[in-house]
């Protein structure tokens, strides 16, 4: 089984950072692509960055140039340094990790179980 535990989230005032963390472990072949959503209440889930291999990354355009994602590959982990944080960023912020868990197996989408992000004075 494929695991996916985050930390980083916590309460900022507005212009502050944070910094998110999700490690991967458990029975990965391979990574294909490693994200961050969030969901703010009453609004859907929606993909704030993406890292595929090869470093080619995604962004939201609403966070553009201030969020940057970043993977360490070693440690099966993404990163999520957000900066000049907003109160339209407080939302729960989600982790997907999109694997093959075997060689013989298709890939599937993993997720986190979540950590809040508020941003309010």
């Known amino acids: 089984q494929v695991q996916l535990v985050e930390s980083g989230g916590g309460l900022v005032q507005p212009g502050g950072s944070l910094r998110l963390s999700c490690a991967a472990s458990g029975s990965i072949f391979y990574i294909s692509a490693m994200g961050w959503y969030r969901q703010a209440p009453g609004k859907q889930r929606e993909l704030v960055a993406l890292?595929?291999?090869?470093?080619?990354?995604d962004y939201l355009d609403s966070v553009k140039g201030r969020f940057v994602i970043s993977r360490d590959n070693a440690k099966n982990t993404v990163y999520l340094q957000m900066n000049s944080l907003e109160p339209e960023d407080t939302a729960v912020y989600y982790c997907?990790?999109?694997?093959?868990?075997?060689?013989?197996?298709?890939?599937?989408?993993?997720w986190g179980r979540g950590t809040q992000v508020t941003v309010s004075s």
């Open positions: 890292i595929i291999n090869g470093g080619i990354t």
């Open positions: 997907k990790l999109t694997a093959k868990p075997q060689s013989t197996l298709a890939s599937r989408d993993y």
